[in-house]
Nanobody, 118 residues
Framework: QVQLVESGGGLVQAGGSLSLSCLAS????????MGWYRQAPGKQRELVAS??????NYADSVKGRFAISRDNRKLTVSLQMNSLKPEDTAVYYC?????????????WGRGTQVTVSS
């Protein structure tokens, strides 16, 4: 199996910074994409940022403030969050997409809470 464990969430003041990390382990052979999603109360889960070997992608709401990175083993993905706003408050989930059995499979972490106070 594949297991993803997030860390780094917490409480921060508006304008501050946090860094999230996700460690992947298990049956990982061909990683396509790793990324971060978030879900705020009353809202649908949304993509925050994703990364492949050659590109990154960000939600419009976080462009210029957040930065995603991963190590060359594709086993750790991080999200540096700067200039945080109260609307960034959400549970943040790590995601890994892997080509397996001829199709892409999704794996998810349990989530870590990020709370931004005004």
């Amino acid at each position: 199996q594949v297991q993803l464990v997030e860390s780094g969430g917490g409480l921060v003041q508006a304008g501050g910074s946090l860094s999230l990390s996700c460690l992947a382990s298990g049956s990982i052979f061909s990683v396509d994409t790793m990324g971060w999603y978030r879900q705020a109360p009353g809202k649908q889960r949304e993509l925050v940022a994703s990364i492949t070997d050659s590109s990154t992608n960000y939600a419009d709401s976080v462009k210029g403030r957040f930065a995603i990175s991963r190590d060359n083993r594709k086993l750790t993905v991080s999200l540096q969050m700067n200039s945080l706003k109260p609307e960034d408050t959400a549970v943040y989930y790590c995601n890994l997409k892997q080509m397996r059995w001829g199709k892409m499979s999704d794996y998810w972490g349990r989530g870590t809470q990020v709370t931004v106070s005004s």
